[in-house]
């Protein structure tokens, strides 16, 4: 294994000081592991908390800022974070208007952010939660009961942020955000796998010339592992189970988001977008936004995943508002 790191046990700390040195506009509790808007809270608006386990860079500590997260939790790598976590960043983000909850559906998130709301109300915050969903790969799989939430959760992040900045009430931001979940389709492809670094070695064996085809973001096996093919291969194998499982083609338009997997350079991501974006438009589904880029990331792994979500006009602007963020931003 070669990494840049101290010490395995406390890569997830040492990484969130370095992101309290670089971004002084954010406010890191490096005992809770939080990471939390340096003007939180802001009275009156709903807050934004996600979080999971460390690993999938720069989700979510990257997405803290005007127009997105108020607080992100760093769990463990590949580590559900603890509900002391979660509980601290909500009443660190509280302004009275109450609190949204947006977790991908890992069963240890599910189940700490779910505790955590139930403390939260206890001392008197209103939480709302929507859980992410949007991975096709799979329908059950190790970590999940029901889909895995991957690249949708960015996209629910970015448009549920842009509605609270505007002062919507929870209740809206939570529906906005179970919209664009539902609106969501994902699937994934790796050529590496993952080296977690308190493990050392890789997390699954793949020979030079395979490929996973559906994997998830911890490293989990795929769907099937198939020869190694070409860009444009790869991204039938991608968009194909996405179309199957949702018809975009009367969407008034859909984001495309195409997403590295840690390890895979831009230049491949791009070479992918056009292959992808080429499949959508012979389907009869015109991409009104795009993202390219590695922003739900498994480590080291090389590989991408393809995320398409159907948009309308109000969505659109959303996604459009100023966001300012050390990962994303635009217009502000």
């Known amino acids: 294994m070669k990494k840049l790191l101290n010490d395995p046990a406390t890569v997830v700390v040492d990484a969130l000081r370095g992101m309290a040195a670089a971004h002084p506009e954010l406010r890191v509790d490096l005992e809770h592991r939080v990471v939390v808007r ?14 999971g386990g460390s690993g999938h860079e720069p989700l979510h500590a990257g997405f803290v800022g005007p127009g997105m997260l108020d607080a992100a939790c760093a769990g463990e790598v590949f580590t559900s974070p603890v509900p002391d976590q979660i509980l601290a960043a909500t009443t660190a983000v509280d302004g009275g ?10 069963t240890g998130d599910v189940m700490n952010f779910e505790m955590a709301a139930e403390f939260a109300a206890d001392n008197g915050t209103e939480v709302a939660c929507v859980v992410i969903d949007d991975d096709v790969a799979v329908q059950d799989s190790t970590w999940t009961a029901g889909r895995r939430g991957v690249g949708a959760t960015l996209v629910v992040e970015k448009i549920a942020g842009a509605a609270a900045a505007q002062g919507r009430p929870l209740a809206e931001v939570a529906q906005l955000a ?22 050392g ?3 699954f064996d793949l020979a030079e010339n395979q490929m996973e085809i559906g994997i998830g973001i911890h490293g989990e096996p795929g769907r099937r592992r198939v020869p190694l093919a070409s860009a444009a291969e790869v991204a039938a194998m991608l968009v194909e189970p996405i179309l199957a499982d949702r018809d975009f083609a009367g969407a008034d338009g859909v984001l495309l988001f195409v ?6 350079p831009l230049m491949e991501l791009y070479l992918m977008y056009d292959q992808v974006s080429a499949l959508l438009d012979r389907a009869g589904v015109r991409v009104a936004r ?3 880029g590695s922003y739900v990331t498994s480590l080291d792994m090389a590989g991408c995943s393809v995320t398409v979500v159907g948009l309308d006009d109000r969505l659109i602007g959303l996604w459009d508002a100023p966001v300012c963020t050390p990962a994303l931003r635009w217009g502000a």
């Open 259 to 264: 997403n590295g997997m840690g390890a895979t």
């Open 290 to 292: 795009s993202l390219v």
């Open 201 to 203: 070695h890789p997390t």
């Open 38 to 51: 340096a003007d939180a809270p802001s009275q009156g608006r709903v807050g934004l908390v996600s979080g």
């Open 178 to 199: 179970r919209r664009v979940n539902d609106e969501g389709r994902s699937m994934g492809m790796a050529l590496t796998s993952c080296t977690v670094p308190a493990v």
């Open 97 to 106: 208007a109450g609190v949204l909850h947006i977790v991908k559906n890992y």
